[in-house]
T-cell receptor, first 114, second 114 residues
Framework: GDSVTQMEGPVTLSEEAFLTINCTYT??????LFWYVQYPGEGLQLLLK?????DKGSNKGFEATYRKETTSFHLEKGSVQVSDSAVYFC?????????????FGKGTHLIIQP | SQTIHQWPATLVQPVGSPLSLECTVE??????LYWYRQAAGRGLQLLFY??????ISSEVPQNLSASRPQDRQFILSSKKLLLSDSGFYLC?????????????FGPGTRLTVL
């Protein structure tokens, strides 16, 4: 079945540092890929998405490129802020999933220190 | 606009006790509804989804059940909780149509079984 693997956390960075959170996937066919973010005390929010190979999703300074050849969708941001501290989930929607259910990674807890 | 509510926000229950978590959606009709769980050290796992009143599909065998008594109400239940039922439970909804539709998540319920 479908699966998503993302780097374990917590990841601790200083403000203005460069961020990369790795995500790789296994899926049947060509899934759609997503990054969700969960801020403290809140539910998950869609951060960005890409629906086909070589697409780049971007939002709030974050970017991720759908790489079919490496089955990856790494999340990047050039200069992180304290307000980016949250848990980030990589996810996919593909033919191997039930109905419209998403397959999620374990989540990466990001801590940004001032 | 659409909103999704979950309650309670946190819950501590003894082993063997019953469980009822409720999720309601406002501002939309005939949504697809989902229950996810995040257990400690694991990713978000789809538990149940529903495409209409009384229609429930289960993704994994477990100690839990779900019901959809009304169009915008989704309930997660258990007759006897196990320690392994502890986790963070998220309800989500999406527009009901073919293909992927963005899922919107509630704030979640943190369940601790002692």
């Amino acid at each position: 079945g479908d699966s998503v693997t993302q780097m374990e956390g917590p990841v601790t960075l200083s403000e203005e540092a460069f961020l990369t959170i790795n995500c790789t996937y296994t899926a049947t066919g060509y899934p759609s890929l997503f990054w969700y973010v969960q801020y403290p005390g809140e539910g998950l929010q869609l951060l960005l998405k890409a629906t086909k190979a070589d697409d780049k999703g971007s939002n709030k300074g974050f970017e991720a490129t759908y790489r079919k050849e490496t089955t990856s969708f790494h999340l990047e941001k050039g200069s992180v802020q304290v307000s980016d501290s949250a848990v980030y989930f990589c996810a996919l929607w593909g033919l191997g999933g039930g109905a419209d259910g998403l397959t999620f990674g374990k989540g990466t807890h990001l801590i940004i220190q001032p | 606009s659409q909103t999704i509510h979950q309650w309670p926000a946190t819950l501590v229950q003894p082993v063997g006790s019953p469980l009822s978590l409720e999720c309601t959606v406002e501002g939309t009709s005939n949504p697809n509804l989902y229950w996810y769980r995040q257990a400690a050290g694991r990713g978000l796992q789809l538990l149940f989804y529903s495409v209409g009143i009384g229609q429930i599909s289960s993704e994994v065998p477990q100690n839990l059940s779900a019901s959809r008594p009304q169009d915008r109400q989704f309930i997660l239940s258990s007759k006897k909780l196990l320690l392994s039922d502890s986790g963070f439970y998220l309800c989500a909804w999406s527009v009901a149509s073919g293909g992927y539709n963005e899922q919107f998540f509630g704030p979640g319920t943190r369940l601790t079984v002692l």
